[in-house]
Every structure is written in structure tokens, then in C-alpha cells.
């Protein structure tokens, strides 16, 4: 059982501030890896929480919608230094991106053309599969702790696979463990149970015709506030609610702004959402960047506010804690069939698969914190291309 914070340690605000700040410069790789970098540093290094505490956090996340890293790190700056600790963790995780995304969105709109970072992306991507990997393996150890939590676990990652939606996967894993624990706890045995997980997949309703509407900063913000507000998922996802929204509804871009909006956002450290940066700037200029990134982020802010101080307590209700169970077995099955994804695109020659192993050797047989194997690996990868010119 965990209790919410009493009361924070002395320096807890200070350290957050050190913690997450360090963390939006370097965490590249998106959500999977984010987390990982997390469970590294505040599991493993400093002991803020448990690996149970951390999985139940991570499986709160996603129940609610939103950005998971950026929720997580809210969660995190909560438990560690209370409401001052949630604010402060959840903004200078989100900060460094926000910059670093509208310099490229200026020199977008100046010059024409998306910033080039292949050759720094060559080396970060293996060692941020070595990461994911180090993680996945320590809370798999964690969360799967009976033959049913492991069939639920290969369930998810079989399923996802084969196509199957991630929020109903998830959902899923948690109703099977509900359901089976009120079978259980009837004593029930004289039945069958047919398990059905719901699809819980986003899609736009109705037929919306493109047009042209006039800008205004006020549609641009609730339009992205309701984004943030609705959206489970991947970064997909927010890229199929950012074209329904931007390019057919609104017609302030095009395609083609539109993909290299999604390509800063990725190729850039912290959360993915700060997409909405890319898109604010070039609809609306400085402004526009800080309305639409407030307006994606706030909802996370308010939904981790609501949700943190009961996560500590959802464990005393069976079912809620069968339900965190199934999510985060879920949740593992999902992130290792993200893994193989990122692998395929990341370990593409000898050289990728050598950083690959010698980041993993390094995460085994170290405590080196992974921000500095993010930075060695980009280093890396720049050095090998010089060579190679």
C-alpha cells in the first residue's frame, strides 16, 4: 500500500526542478523511452517510488487521456514535492521541447526547409532501444506475477501486432483481471465467462468538407484543448486529430506543413505534443505557439491534479487494483511490441547493432544515468559519419 505524500522531503522542489529540467533537454525517443528514462533515474538511482508504485502511476496515465510521459512526470513531481513539485516537473519537462521546437518552426518559416538531424538521430536511436529495453525487462519482473498476468500480457502484445488498437487493448487487460476476480471472489465456479475487451478507437465523427476559416487565437487554443482533453494514443493518432482539425475543418495547413510539424516533434527531446508548438507558430506566429502548446497541456495538468491524490489508494479496492493490474501488464505487452518497432528503425547496420549492445552492457553494470548515454550516443553517431564523408 502506498500513502500520498505527506509532506515533502527538504530540497524536493529543487531537486524536481533539476530532474525533470535535465530530463525535457535529453529524453529523446518518445513516450516508451521517456518512461524508461524515468524508472531509471527515480526507481532505480534515487528511490522516490517503488517499480509497483511506478507501474501503478504509469497504468493511471493510461486511463486518462493525454501525454503519458508528460502525465507521468506530473504524477512524479506530485509524489516527490506535493502541488508545487506537480507544476513545477510537469512545466520544465515540457519547456525544453517547447523552445527547441518553435527555433525550428522560425527557421521553418525563414528559410523553407525542416531543420536536418538524421546524422544525431543515427546514434540516439540504438541507445534509446537499450533503454526501453532495460526498462521493459525490470517491469515485466515487477508487474508479472501469475500465469494469468503473463496470458494477458502476451495477449496485448499479440493483438497489437495483428492491428489491434491500443486503448482497447489496454482497457481490456484491465476487464479480464475484474472480471476473473469477481468470478473468484463469488466463488463461482459452475459457468463460463466470455470476455469481450471494447475497441475504444478515435476516430472523427461525420464528414467534415474542407474550407478555409479565418484565424483566431481563441479557435486555436480550444481547438487544441479539446485535442488534449480527447486524445488516447499514439503519436498517429494526434497526427489523424491535428489533420482532421487543421488541414479539412480549418484549412490553415497543408499536408505537407502538417508532416514536418509531426517530424519536429519527434526528432526533438520531451513530449511529442510539442507538435502543437510547431503548428501554433505557423498559424499564429509567437502567440500561437504559447496558446497552442498551453492548450494541449493543460488538460493533462488538471487530470493528473484530480487523479494523483486517489492513485495511492486505488490498491485498498480489489477491483481497482485488478484493474491497475490488467493495465499495466497491458501496458508491458504494448511496450514490448513498440520495441520491436523501434528496433527495426533504429538497429539497421553493424555499427547501430554494436551501440545497441554496448549501451545495454553499460545500463547492466552501471548506475551511469541515461541521460549521458543519449548524449555519448549522438556524439557517436556524429563521429561515425565524419568518418564515413
Known amino acids: ?14 531537486e524536481v526542478a533539476t530532474v525533470f529540467l535535465r530530463l525535457g533537454l535529453t529524453a529523446f525517443g518518445g513516450p516508451a523511452a521517456h518512461i524508461a528514462m524515468m524508472r531509471r533515474e527515480l526507481v532505480q538511482q534515487r528511490g522516490w517510488v517503488t517499480d509497483q508504485h511506478f507501474l501503478d502511476l504509469l497504468g493511471a496515465t493510461n486511463l486518462i487521456p493525454g501525454p503519458n510521459s508528460t502525465e507521468m512526470t506530473i504524477h512524479l513531481g506530485y509524489h516527490r514535492a506535493g502541488w508545487r513539485g506537480l507544476i513545477v516537473a510537469g512545466t520544465l519537462f515540457i519547456l525544453p521541447a517547447m523552445c527547441m521546437v518553435l527555433a525550428f518552426a522560425w527557421a521553418y518559416v525563414r528559410y523553407g526547409a525542416t531543420p536536418e538531424a538524421t ?30 498476468l503473463i496470458a494477458v500480457c502476451a495477449g496485448a502484445l499479440a493483438l497489437y501486432v495483428l492491428g489491434g488498437n491500443e486503448i482497447a487493448l489496454l482497457f481490456g487487460g484491465g476487464i479480464v483481471l475484474v472480471l476473473v476476480t469477481m468470478v473468484r471472489g463469488a466463488r463461482d465456479t459452475s459457468g463460463s465467462a466470455s470476455v469481450v475487451a471494447p475497441f475504444l478507437g478515435i476516430s472523427a465523427l461525420g464528414l467534415v468538407a474542407k474550407g478555409i476559416v479565418a ?11 479539446k485535442i488534449g482533453s480527447v486524445l488516447y494514443g499514439s503519436g498517429y493518432v494526434l497526427l489523424a486529430f491535428m489533420r482532421n482539425d487543421f488541414v479539412v475543418r480549418l484549412g490553415w495547413l497543408t499536408e505537407v506543413q502538417l508532416l514536418d510539424a509531426v517530424a519536429v516533434g519527434q526528432f526533438t527531446p520531451g513530449p511529442v505534443f510539442t507538435t502543437a508548438t510547431f503548428v501554433g507558430y505557423l498559424v499564429g506566429g509567437l502567440p500561437g505557439a504559447l496558446l497552442a502548446t498551453l492548450g494541449i497541456f493543460l488538460p493533462a495538468f488538471v487530470f493528473v491534479a484530480l ?16 484493474m491497475l493490474d490488467g493495465v499495466n501488464v497491458a501496458a508491458v505487452g504494448l511496450m514490448a511490441a513498440v520495441l520491436v518497432v523501434l528496433a527495426r528503425n533504429a538497429v539497421v547496420d553493424v555499427f547501430t547493432l554494436a551501440l545497441t549492445a554496448a549501451a545495454g552492457v553499460v545500463l547492466l553494470r552501471t548506475n551511469l544515468n541515461s541521460a549521458y548515454l543519449v548524449v555519448a550516443g549522438g556524439l557517436f553517431g556524429v563521429a561515425y559519419h565524419a568518418l564515413l564523408a
Not at 142 to 147: D, F, G, I, Y
Open 307 to 322: 487523479t494523483g491524490p486517489i492513485v495511492p489508494r486505488l490498491r485498498r479496492w480489489p477491483l481497482l487494483g485488478a
Open 215 to 225: 484565424y483566431s487565437p481563441a479557435l486555436l487554443f480550444f481547438t487544441f484543448l
Open 119 to 148: 546524422w544525431l538521430l543515427y546514434g540516439i536511436k540504438p541507445v534509446i532501444i537499450a533503454i526501453v529495453a532495460q526498462a521493459l525487462w525490470g517491469l515485466a519482473h515487477t508487474a508479472l506475477k501469475t500465469p494469468l
Open 1 to 14: 500500500m502506498h500513502e500520498a505524500p505527506s509532506g515533502p522531503p527538504p530540497g524536493a522542489l529543487r
